[in-house]
T-cell receptor, first 115, second 114 residues
Framework: AQKVTQAQTEISVVEKEDVTLDCVYE???????LFWYKQPPSGELVFLIR??????QNEISGRYSWNFQKSTSSFNFTITASQVVDSAVYFC????????????FGKGTRLHILP | NAGVTQTPKFQVLKTGQSMTLQCAQD?????MSWYRQDPGMGLRLIHY???????DQGEVPNGYNVSRSTTEDFPLRLLSAAPSQTSVYFC?????????????FGPGTRLTVT
């Protein structure tokens, strides 16, 4: 079954704190892709990262980092030294090669960065 | 490049009315999809298309029809609008070859059914 769980519905942290957003996925495929998207208060959806199932290397992009662990079926996202502009809803998504690569999203985590 | 465009931006319908939400992309993307976003439910896939002439159902297809006669356009039809279809609708496209690529999203259509 293709499923993405983001157990944290809403998180609030004070600016400059680090915060990790959890994503757990379910799939029977060996070939799949994982994504993170950001939706700021303005409403548009912004692509952050794509990772395929054969690449477990962690990724860092500025203050953003992603930890992909196949052993726990998790693809967690960490923001270091958070800023108010990071306030948004963050979505994790999964695509399976056996299902036409259709992309299924989790319910999202709303992140509030408090000044 | 306009990217992914959606029209209209806002729409109010009465129960039972039908309408078509338009989606177009100018990036020559093969893969297009429609999602609806409801509070607390995230983005749910309605229908998707892997190329012109090919469409398939997503997670919540009931009450919606799609067609893909050209690479550029992927309209979403509401056959008989119901209040449960009040939502924000997003269209997305991606290159699609060799595995799913970054999806480019349109700005969304906010639909209210009374």
């Amino acid at each position: 079954a293709q499923k993405v769980t983001q157990a944290q519905t809403e998180i609030s942290v004070v600016e400059k704190e680090d915060v990790t957003l959890d994503c757990v996925y379910e799939t029977r495929d060996t070939t799949y892709y994982l994504f993170w998207y950001k939706q700021p208060p303005s409403g548009e959806l912004v692509f952050l990262i794509r990772r395929n199932s054969f690449d477990e290397q962690n990724e860092i992009s500025g203050r953003y980092s992603w930890n992909f662990q196949k052993s726990t079926s998790s693809f967690n996202f960490t923001i270091t030294a958070s800023q108010v502009v990071d306030s948004a809803v963050y979505f994790c998504a999964l695509s399976e090669a056996s299902r036409d690569d259709k992309i299924i999203f989790g319910k999202g985590t709303r992140l509030h960065i408090l000044p | 490049n306009a990217g992914v465009t959606q029209t209209p931006k806002f729409q109010v319908l009465k129960t039972g009315q039908s309408m078509t939400l338009q989606c177009a992309q100018d990036m020559n993307h093969e893969y297009m999809s429609w999602y609806r976003q409801d509070p607390g439910m995230g983005l749910r896939l309605i229908h998707y298309s892997v190329g012109a002439g090919i469409t398939d159902q997503g997670e919540v297809p009931n009450g919606y029809n799609v067609s893909r006669s050209t690479t550029e356009d992927f309209p979403l039809r509401l056959l008989s609008a119901a209040p449960s279809q009040t939502s924000v609708y997003f269209c997305a496209s991606s290159y699609g070859a060799g595995g799913p690529d970054e999806q480019y999203f349109g700005p969304g259509t906010r639909l209210t059914v009374t």
